[in-house]
């Protein structure tokens, strides 16, 4: 069974510049999510879809980033315009969406974002 | 707000030397705890869930174990291969979102 993907792996654009992660989530889970991790720092968490409706994004850091999860299938999460701070790496996570293991989370291999 | 913390920050063992990894944790009404490895350049691969104290859970040379305000993860004769960052995270509130401890880096050489 494929896990969830991430593309692309990496990414390195200019402050200003705009950005688009895209995630597929494990065939079957409703649930998915998006966490960051800034260098030196605790993986944070960002946004969660539940299908194609977001049930949580209380850990997104402003308006300049966009998520949307159309048909309830893959997400993209747009960064528009990227600032410095944005830099860092973004993963994805998905999980059921109930029964006793729906808050297993199995995350992606991430995407590097460096904005120079 | 709930935290997790995890101790220590970086950990080197000799092949075959056991230790255990900490992760303390501030959660009102605990519903899972959860323990990940990460290796570099690599996404968290889960390991572990562990519901409530008292549980313990086994994979390998691996074993997590709960108590109400903390976790441990007993790694016991380690090999080189087992040299990853070890995560803990626990669910944030009533939500899914998942509060991460920053991790233990472990090390294991021959």
């Known amino acids: 069974e494929a896990g969830v993907t991430q593309f692309p792996s990496h990414s390195v654009i200019e402050k200003g510049q705009t950005v688009t992660l895209r995630c597929d989530p494990i065939?079957?889970?409703?649930?998915l999510y998006w966490y960051r991790r800034v260098m030196g720092k605790e993986i944070k968490f960002l946004l969660h879809f539940v299908k194609e409706s977001k049930q949580d994004e209380s850990g997104m850091p402003n308006n300049r980033f966009l998520a949307e999860r159309t048909g309830g299938t893959y997400s993209t999460l747009k960064v528009q315009p990227a600032e410095l701070e944005d830099s860092g790496v973004y993963f994805c996570?998905?999980?059921?969406?109930?029964?006793?293991?729906?808050?297993?989370?199995?995350f992606g291999p991430g995407t590097r974002l460096l904005v120079l | 707000e709930d935290q997790v913390t995890q101790s220590p920050e970086a950990l080197r063992l000799q092949e075959g030397e056991s230790s255990s990894l900490n992760c303390s944790y501030t959660?009102?009404?605990?519903?899972?705890l959860f323990w990940y490895r990460q290796d570099p350049g690599k996404g968290p691969e889960f390991l572990f869930t562990l519901y409530s104290a008292g549980e313990e859970k086994e994979k390998e040379r691996l074993k997590a174990t709960l108590t109400k305000k903390e976790s441990f993860l007993h790694i016991t004769a380690p090999k080189p291969e087992d040299s990853a960052t070890y995560l803990c995270a626990v669910p944030q509130g009533g939500g899914n979102k998942l509060t991460f401890g920053t991790g233990t880096q472990l090390k294991v050489e021959l």
């Open positions: 996570a998905s999980s059921l969406l109930a029964g006793g293991s729906s808050l297993t989370q199995y």
């Open positions: 959660v009102s009404g605990l519903r899972g």
């Open positions: 065939s079957g889970h409703d649930n």
